[in-house]
């Protein structure tokens, strides 16, 4: 009787020698070449296919192919070039289709080598792959070339398949052919005397070789091809060493083309725009010096690279001396190879794999969150994450993300994954616990519903999303224990929020803070960055002083190294402290608001308004942002978004620290409107100059969401929360904007986490709107944000949704919504478990009344208006 839990090699004889195949074995075959796998693979397919089996066979390399299609085998063509995570997703998505008992057949995984750079992801592939086809009673064949590998890599794969062999061909004696031998070097759960000895396949059998003279000419055979001492470096390092081997022995111009094209691939991107860029600006010698500073293999991420190509840009202008300008960075880089390894290390991959599903993007992505914030790295990892923290001391540090789709054109991820800053204080062993659970952090933000969100939204939820990371000093100085930068901010070379008329959306903008930039990048609650329109860098949104008291920054974003952490201070604490701060370079001494100190009792302070006037009116600062943000952008052929600081000298100058570089997606800005003649049948809802984002449109709108201000001011603190799901549970009935265009009105701003401030919405919860309002209330202490620049803004614009900020005081606005209080709100039927907030959430169905909403950019106008007629 046959024993259902054997499977045969299709060799009989070889069969003998193992005890036989076991379901569930993986069988891996380290030959010399493609033909000696091939006459292992042929007999295993033929006896599988006479015995009814399933067999599937994965081709995906360059080889020729090892089987032909025939009745009862499955081809599978796959792509390797789309990277690691797509392929082995593919592959789990296959072997999970076929189900239980299928046999398999793969190509060479060493053809993996050309496409994924790294004996490494081959490892990890083997690991994750075939613990799977055990689990579902398989049977499968794979494929090593001889001498391609490190041994670590070989180590990895003998330590997780359940069958190995060693098959090579050599002569033997005086014969002049050579013989073909097989040698089992591992075979789980089966011992025979003479089961690891070579074998010699003569005449259909298998032949153990027990003569000594007979061994020791096989093992000299083989000797050689483990003697070259490259054979422990992983392909990864023996790529860059026949790179180096280029520069040193002076090789032509093509190979070095070459070989950059080559590492561009493997380590800076495959986009093809990003790609141009960087083999146009980079050297050979440029891409070495990265991997000089690069923990593990892999991409370096699209932030990284961002950075780098900005630097490398202006260093190669001619037209300003940015080297006496720019602060030199000082940087590492944790490559995307480390962050798989680190879910495969932790037995993470099986709940990857869950993740991918359309059933388990959401639902699987915490528990995978609360899996990686627990896992390990493995030592030499480890070792390596030791001498950044041995490098940089004591000073503070940032880790950043960079994954692979970051800051790339058309998806800039802006704010979707974490930054987090390391105060970097105390002994070793804690700064290094510190900098370990920072990385793990941002590893398990990849899982956060805003970027799960964002990445389905644009159709990348099935891509390669490897994180990478950027490790950096951060830019600034001591002051006593507080550690910041005299100024942190934002800058993108088209403004599409000019505020006034005349002003050149080309000339770009700045967003500027003092301290940390992270009060730039971020919507904070009651501070305003100062805005620059560089071609009026003097010029407010507001100018009344009142409006400069209210309209600026009041709260500095510092790191604390006492407290070893980051910290929010007031100003007016810092301004009157002992840091011997330069006040006047950046801020306007207040002698009203000091008078007022003093009168109440507080002699002793004195108040400032941040404004950085002193340096702006300092020509050469504006020139300067304006000459980097237009070279970056006439090298990408795009607007860009940078990220800066900016450090005073003792001498009065000041030096800029570029650490961010994307394109920036704009809008709307090119296109011509007519503003419409408000006297014939219309009415206006709201009317106003400036205070919009989106360029020019002229856009329908069928339905209004209206957050009434007055009522969302009486409700407590919890309900305020609410009704931001609410909103929520609204914007996900908008199926498509085309359909259902809508315009989302509300009290202060959206996103805020302070419901007093406005409504507590995530960007998911507002993702599908085509307008969102922010209304103004001096009542409720509810003022909009011009936020252009954040990450915030980064949301509206990838979305393309147009954003205005409604200030019903203001000369020239007008704003009425008594129109909008006579109409029947529609909540309770499109939402009736959200009734209860009829009073608060109004659902308007202005279809019939022809509303719509108009912008000219240019001009600065914009009305929203409706038909007089009813409906």
Not at 402 to 418: C, I, M, Q, V
Not at 474 to 494: A, L
Not at 596 to 616: E, M, S
Not at 807 to 836: C, I, Q, R
Request: net charge negative.
């Amino acid at each position: 009787m046959k024993n259902l839990n054997r499977a045969s090699t299709g060799l009989e004889s070889l069969d003998t020698v193992i005890d036989n195949l076991r379901i569930g074995d993986n069988v891996v075959w380290q030959v010399d070449d493609i033909a000696g796998y091939e006459s292992m693979v042929r007999p295993f397919v033929e006896c599988s296919l006479q015995e009814g089996r399933n067999v599937i066979y994965m081709r995906f390399a360059q080889h020729e192919p090892l089987l032909e299609a025939r009745s009862g085998l499955t081809i599978y063509r796959l792509d390797s070039s789309e990277g690691f995570e797509s392929f082995a997703t593919r592959v789990h998505e296959i072997i999970t289709r076929e189900g239980r008992g299928a046999y398999y057949v793969f190509d060479s995984l060493s053809d993996l080598l050309p496409a994924w750079g790294s004996d490494l992801m081959i490892g990890n592939f083997f690991m994750i792959t075939c613990p799977y086809l055990f689990e579902l009673d398989t049977v499968a064949y794979f494929a090593l070339m001889r001498s391609q590998h490190c041994y670590a890599t070989v180590a990895r794969i003998r330590e997780t398949t359940q069958v190995l062999f060693d098959a090579y061909s050599c002569g033997s004696g005086s014969e002049s052919s050579n013989n073909f031998y097989v040698q089992p070097m591992k075979v789980w759960k089966r011992y025979a005397p003479t089961m690891f000895l070579p074998h010699l396949h003569k005449d259909g059998t298998f032949i153990p070789v027990t003569n000594s003279l007979d061994a020791s000419m096989l093992f000299q055979h083989l000797s050689r091809f483990t003697e070259n001492p490259r054979r422990n470096l992983d392909y990864w390092d023996r790529l860059f060493m026949d790179a180096d081997d280029l520069i040193t022995g002076n090789a032509d111009q093509q190979a070095r083309t070459n070989m950059l094209a080559r590492l561009c691939d493997f380590m800076i991107s495959r986009e093809p725009r990003m790609s141009r860029l960087v083999r146009e600006n980079f050297t050979l010698e440029n891409l070495l010096d990265i991997k000089s500073r690069l923990i593990g293999s892999g991409f370096i991420g699209g932030k990284t690279v961002g950075m780098l190509l900005a630097r490398k840009i202006l260093q190669r202008d001619t037209a300003e001396d940015w080297g006496s300008v720019l602060e030199q960075h000082d940087s590492f880089y944790i490559g995307a190879d480390v962050f798989y390894s680190y879910l495969v290390n932790n037995n993470c991959w099986k709940l990857r794999m869950q993740q991918k599903t359309p059933e388990g993007y959401f639902s699987a992505a915490p528990v995978l969150a609360e899996e990686i914030l627990n896992g390990t790295f493995p030592d030499d990892i480890r070792e390596q994450f030791l001498q950044i923290i041995e490098y940089f001391g004591q000073s503070p540090i940032i880790v950043r993300s960079s994954s692979l789709l970051e800051d790339a054109f058309g998806n800039a991820f802006a704010g979707k994954y974490e930054s987090a800053f390391c105060a970097n204080q105390g002994s070793p062993e804690e700064r290094y616990a510190a900098f370990e659970q920072a990385v793990r952090r941002i590893y398990a933000g990849t899982m956060n519903e805003d970027a799960l969100i964002y990445r389905r939204q644009r159709g990348l939820e099935t891509q390669d999303e490897q994180m990478a990371l950027l490790v950096q000093r951060v830019s600034g100085s001591y002051r006593k224990h507080y550690f910041f930068p005299d100024i942190g901010g934002v800058g993108v070379s088209y403004n599409t929020f000019v505020w006034k008329k005349g002003m050149d959306p080309k000339a770009g903008m700045l967003r500027m803070v003092f301290g940390l930039g992270t009060r730039a990048v971020d919507r904070v609650e009651g501070d305003y960055p100062r805005l620059v329109a560089l071609d009026d860098p003097m010029s407010r949104p507001f100018s009344k002083k009142d409006d400069l008291r209210t309209f600026s920054q009041h709260s500095v974003d510092v790191i604390n190294t006492a407290e070893n952490t980051l910290q929010t201070v007031p100003f007016l604490d810092l301004a009157n402290s002992d840091l011997a701060l330069p006040l006047e370079r950046f801020a306007e001494h207040d002698h009203e608001s000091t008078q007022r100190l003093r009168d109440y009792g507080k002699a002793g302070r004195q108040a400032w308004i941040i404004t950085f006037d002193d340096l702006l009116n300092n020509s050469r600062f504006t020139s300067l942002m304006q000459a980097m943000l237009k070279r970056l952008e006439q090298q990408y052929d795009y607007p860009v978004d940078i990220e800066f600081t900016v450090n005073f000298t003792r001498d009065g100058d000041f030096r800029i620290n570029l650490v961010q570089c994307r394109p920036l997606q704009t809008f709307g800005e090119a296109r011509t409107v007519k503003m419409p003649d408000e006297s014939r049948g219309t009415s206006v809802l709201f009317r106003l100059e400036g205070n919009f984002m989106g360029g020019s449109i002229s856009q329908t709108i069928d339905r209004i969401i209206f957050i009434e201000p007055d009522a969302y001011i009486n409700l407590p603190l919890y309900q305020k929360y609410e009704v931001a799901r609410v909103v929520g549970a609204l914007n996900r009935q908008i199926a498509s904007r085309s359909e259902l265009p809508t315009m989302l009105l509300g009290p202060g701003r959206w996103g805020t986490t302070t419901p007093t401030l406005g409504v507590p919405v995530h960007f998911a919860d507002i993702s599908n709107m085509t307008v969102l309002g922010e209304i103004a209330s001096m009542e409720g202490n509810f003022m909009p944000e011009l936020s252009f620049g954040t990450h915030f803004f980064q949301d509206l614009v990838e979305n393309r949704i147009f954003f205005v900020a409604i200030f019903p005081w203001k000369e020239g606005v007008v704003y009425d919504t008594s129109w909008l209080a006579g109409l029947p709100s529609v909540l309770s039927e499109v939402a009736p478990d959200k009734a209860a907030f009829a009073p608060v959430v109004k659902v308007y169905d202005v279809r019939a009344w022809g509303v719509r909403i108009i912008a000219d950019v240019v001009k600065q106008q914009l009305v929203c208006l409706r038909s007089e007629r009813r409906p």
